[in-house]
């Protein structure tokens, strides 16, 4: 006989320690951590059975319960499996809703598998014991439902006599009895455990029961509460997991941002969580055009449609008709649709609440499943005709209450049939008005509606209107590539009359194309549809000048993006159309930042965020790219907080609606500010779901921002390895196919994560790539940070006279621009090239730099600054302060998790503390800076214990590059040995540069 029981068994496994040993003793790591956060509750499990034997025979009871889903069975499996490991006779039953509930169903199924063993302790009772008890027990297969009944009765009437002597040949040396599912167990089951605890075996015997307390029904309760006091009972209720740890089911999923929705939504079951894992589309090889391809799956609901199976017909009717309404439903909608009586309707429903399938959501005929996946789990398990029909039914009620499309559409979709264009124009309806806040519904719908549009000439310019607003929401959801091949589909057939709606089609399409990289093709495009419109719709017309507009600035003319901005301003202005305003605005800034113009930047900013800020979500779906042009002239301008708030007021919406076309974008904004900022850990998460977001997008502007400003994450974490592949992903895009600022970020990057591996000279080749050493592309601000990158990279060189040129051009570009980080930053690069050239004067400006630095906001440089300031010190004979600075600042970095900062800051530290302050420019002192700028990175390397293997690798050269150089560090510094090298970078002295580190 198969039984769901060995269902619960397939969670053991072979345990490889004892864990009987000593009282308190936890199950091991092995045992336990494959269970997500229930090591206390199998310990509690460990404890109870370790009680059990002994001198004094004695039985206890362990009621596990909690919610459906939330872990009940997974523990007994585990706990079952560890019992066994022991000197135990283990038997685990559980209720089988799939066959009729015949008497003693559990404890049947409990014994079931291990024949051997129950048959030789049957053989043990008095003859009439041994018959009834197989027979009852279903132990033989010769009896009939007549001769069961019949054992069940006189078993009753002895007291279960026969059950306890049979429990107690088996509990030699102990017997573990495991129960799940014990709220729905036969009546019989319940009555021989209540008779079971009332006058328990004489045995060492341990029970374990688990049920659903909302759905224990009261003859269990009352068979719990009339326990013997002999029995000693322990109770443990699950609760849901934290979010750390449903992190190990969480593992596969690909971004944290993904798996703290899933964990969300979840609400901490596990159940639910791996369900809602088994509904995520999976996302597989590229297309013949290089798109991923995305499919679709189909949830994992097995463990809730066994619910369904013991439902009455006429229950099974409610719940699967509440199902067609939606999570939430009315019981009127459902006495309308099944054509029954509202009594009979509530009073079902009133079971179903016992059964916690569904509950009440306020006082009144308001109800919702238990969880939505509970939902999706009966409507998808319900008959497809039936189905259909219900939606039909439904469609029917709502339109004689008068309910909007948007009510209706949930339902037509199911029903509609081709060629029903009442039922078509409801579906159209529904998407326009669920466009902005919901963009994934109005897509289904419309690409339902299509479908049922009759393919006849005369549909064709309805049917073009409506592939243009599906070819929008395809767009707001983040499928890019098809909303531009729809819209151009759509183009081709949309009539030019009316004029305005051509043109407000052409001005979506280019802000796609743009995002894509047809820079050339959509400028052509926008002024030939500006040539046709006239002056129509001014209005229009503007929308189609913002976007040439925008396109100036992608191509890295600031100037002409401003003055075809302020032409759309001027007429939007007039309208008073707010979305358009804000995006106009903040175009403009964005412009003048760029272009160094900070005063009328500021001006134009404030204008832009009193909109902004004063915007509804219906509103806000009109103007997210404001949001980015906005957030990131702020972030231009050292207004971190409001850049931060703006860009969290972007992605909340877009997280809540699921308009995904610029998410990349305020995910990558929202990060670069918290690495700024040194909230490292929280950009790591944002950046890390920007770049997945992007790679599904297929946007080379977007996968440019999301990859630069991931290396840009990276190099603050001390992630290196995965700074340059970041930003060398980044700068793979085709040129010019993203804005010229985002490349030229990209490209500063790149050349930062080159430096800090160690290849200075590929860091400052690509100074060529961004124009040469105007940095033409960059924007005003960030070539103050190009400028002091590259005085590191000259300084790692060697060239300290053209580190100070370079430093030069960050003090004249930060002048220009009068922004207190900007001016700091500069005057760090000042201080790197005076600690080398002339270390006595560079304690001021580096104290400037770090106090300048941490006051606009700029943590991780200010934390670079202060190593500065360490080293100055001690050039300033400021020896303990130097240490305490050091030592100050390495702490400071691990607190936010810059650990390669953290890492220079405690070698410099270790470096200058293990010297006694002496007099300057010793031998060995001399000796050291007479090293090359690499051979002073290797020999940092060996001090620190690294191979010539691991030092080739960290350096990305060869490994006889290696030897080359370390055998002229043997020369220069006249020494025969590694260990001597490292005495002598130990004994370096101060003179030595800011950058004579590992790297680390």
Request: hydrophobic share 45%; with cysteine; net charge negative.
């Amino acid at each position: 006989m198969t039984r769901t029981g060995r269902n619960l068994r397939q969670h053991a496994i072979s345990p490889d320690s004892d864990v009987w040993g000593t009282a308190g003793t936890a199950p091991s790591h092995t045992q336990s951590e494959t269970l997500a956060g229930r090591r206390d509750v199998l310990r509690t499990l460990s404890d109870a059975l370790r009680q059990v034997g002994g001198r004094q025979p004695v039985a206890r009871l362990v009621k596990i319960t909690g919610d459906p889903g939330i872990g009940k069975s997974a523990v007994l499996g585990k706990f079952a499996a560890i019992a066994r490991s022991g000197n135990s006779h283990v038997f685990t039953g559980r209720v089988d809703r799939q066959e009729d509930t015949a008497p003693f169903g559990l404890f049947s199924d409990a014994f079931d598998d291990q024949h051997d063993l129950v048959r030789t302790a049957v053989e043990a009772l008095p003859p009439s014991q041994r018959e009834e008890l197989k027979i009852a027990l279903r132990l033989t297969r010769d009896c009939d439902a007549e001769h069961a009944a019949d054992a069940v009765k006189t078993m009753a009437r002895t007291g279960f006599r026969s059950v306890r002597g049979f429990l107690e040949q088996l509990s030699v040396p102990r017997l573990v009895l495991v129960l799940d599912d014990y709220h729905a167990a036969d009546q019989a089951s319940v009555e021989l455990l209540g008779s079971l605890l009332r006058r328990p075996p004489r045995a060492p015997m341990l029970f374990v029961i688990a049920y659903r307390n909302r759905q224990a029904t009261p003859s269990l309760q009352a068979a719990l509460r009339g326990r013997s006091e002999q029995v000693i009972v322990e109770h443990v209720h699950l609760e849901p997991l934290l979010e750390e740890e449903a992190s190990q089911i969480l593992a596969g999923e690909a971004t944290a941002i993904n798996r703290q929705r899933l964990y969300r939504e979840s609400r901490g079951n596990p159940g639910y969580l791996k369900a809602l894992i088994s509904e995520e589309p999976v996302f597989t090889a590229r297309d013949d055009l290089g798109r991923l391809n995305q499919t679709p799956r189909f949830g994992n609901y097995a463990r809730y449609t066994e619910e369904l199976v013991p439902l009455r017909p006429e229950m099974r009717e409610v719940i699967d008709a509440a199902a067609v309404v939606g999570h939430e439903f009315e019981a009127g909608l459902l006495t309308q649709m099944l054509g029954r009586t509202e009594t009979a309707v509530l009073n079902t429903i009133g079971e179903l609440i016992r059964r916690d399938l569904v509950h009440p959501v306020v006082p009144g005929q308001y109800f919702a499943f238990r969880h939505p996946v509970v939902h999706r789990a009966v409507y998808n398990y319900s008959e497809l005709s039936w189905r259909v029909d219900m939606h039909l039914r439904a469609d029917e009620a709502l339109c004689t209450r008068g309910a909007s499309a948007v009510e209706r559409a949930p339902h037509v979709e199911q029903w509609i049939k081709h060629g029903d264009l009442a039922a078509v124009d409801v579906l159209a309806e529904a998407a326009e008005a669920m466009a902005s806040t919901d963009p994934g519904t109005a897509s289904a719908w419309l690409t339902t509606a299509l479908r049922a549009l009759p393919q006849q000439p005369r549909f064709e310019g309805r049917r073009a209107g409506m592939m243009t607003q599906l070819a929008e929401a395809r767009g707001a959801t983040g499928q890019l590539q098809e909303c531009r091949d729809l819209m151009h589909e759509a183009l081709s057939i949309l009539p030019r009359d009316p004029a305005p709606a051509h043109a407000r089609a052409v001005a979506f399409a280019a802000m796609v194309q743009r995002l894509l990289g047809g820079r050339e093709e959509t400028d052509a495009m926008l002024r030939m549809e500006l040539d046709a419109l006239g002056s129509e719709d001014a209005l229009v017309r503007a929308s189609l000048q913002f976007e040439i507009a925008a396109g100036q600035l992608h191509s890295g003319d600031p100037l002409g993006c401003y003055q075809w901005a302020q032409e759309a301003l001027a007429v939007v202005e007039r309208h008073g159309h707010r979305p358009l305003q804000a995006s106009c605005l903040g175009l403009m800034a964005m412009a003048n930042t760029a272009n160094g113009c900070t005063e009328l930047a500021y001006e134009l900013l404030g204008q832009a965020t009193t909109i902004l800020d004063g915007m509804l979500d219906s509103e806000l779906a009109h103007s997210l790219d404001a949001v980015i042009w906005i957030g990131w002239s702020e972030v231009l301008l050292e207004r971190w907080d409001e850049a931060l708030r703006h860009f969290d007021k972007g992605v909340g919406f877009a997280t809540r609606s699921g308009y995904r076309l610029f998410m990349p974008h305020l995910l990558a904004g929202q990060a670069f500010v918290l690495r700024d900022r040194g909230k490292l850990a929280d950009a790591r998460i944002a950046v890390e779901h920007a770049v997945y977001l992007a790679e599904r997008t297929d946007s080379p502007e977007e996968l440019v921002n999301a990859y630069a400003v991931q290396g840009y994450v990276d190099i603050a974490l001390g992630n290196l390895d995965g700074a340059l592949q970041s930003s060398f992903a980044a700068t793979l895009q085709p040129r010019h196919s993203a804005s010229s600022w985002k490349e030229a970020l990209a490209l500063r990057v790149l050349s930062e994560a080159r430096l800090l591996n160690g290849d200075h000279e590929g860091c400052l080749a690509l100074v060529s790539e961004a124009g040469g050493a105007d940095l033409p592309t960059a924007d005003a601000g960030s070539r103050i940070a190009w400028y002091e990158l590259l005085v590191r990279a000259e300084l790692a060189a060697d060239r300290p006279g053209r580190a100070a040129e370079w430093a030069q051009r960050a003090k004249r570009a930060a002048d220009l621009l009068e922004q207190p980080g900007r001016i700091a930053l500069a005057t760090l690069a000042e201080a790197q090239v005076l600690l080398r050239q002339n270390p006595e004067r560079a304690l001021a400006p580096a104290q400037r730099a770090a106090a300048g630095l941490e006051e606009a906001g700029r943590a991780i440089d200010a934390l670079r600054a202060r190593v500065i300031v360490g080293l100055a010190l001690w050039q300033d004979g400021r020896f303990d302060e130097s240490a305490q600075e050091l030592k100050a600042t390495q702490l400071a970095c691990e607190q936010l998790g810059a650990s390669a900062l953290a890492r220079q800051a405690r070698v410099e530290r270790r470096r200058l503390a293990a010297r006694a302050p002496r007099a300057k420019n010793t031998d060995s002192e001399s000796s050291v800076m007479v090293l090359t700028g690499r051979e002073q990175q290797i020999a940092a390397l060996v001090s620190d214990g690294l191979t010539n293997r691991l030092i080739a690798k960290r350096l990305h050269i060869a490994e006889k590059t290696v030897e080359m150089h370390l055998s002229n560090v043997f020369a220069k510094l006249g020494v025969s040995n590694r260990a001597a090298v490292a005495a002598m970078v130990t004994r370096g002295g101060p003179d030595s540069p800011p950058g004579f580190s590992s790297g680390d």
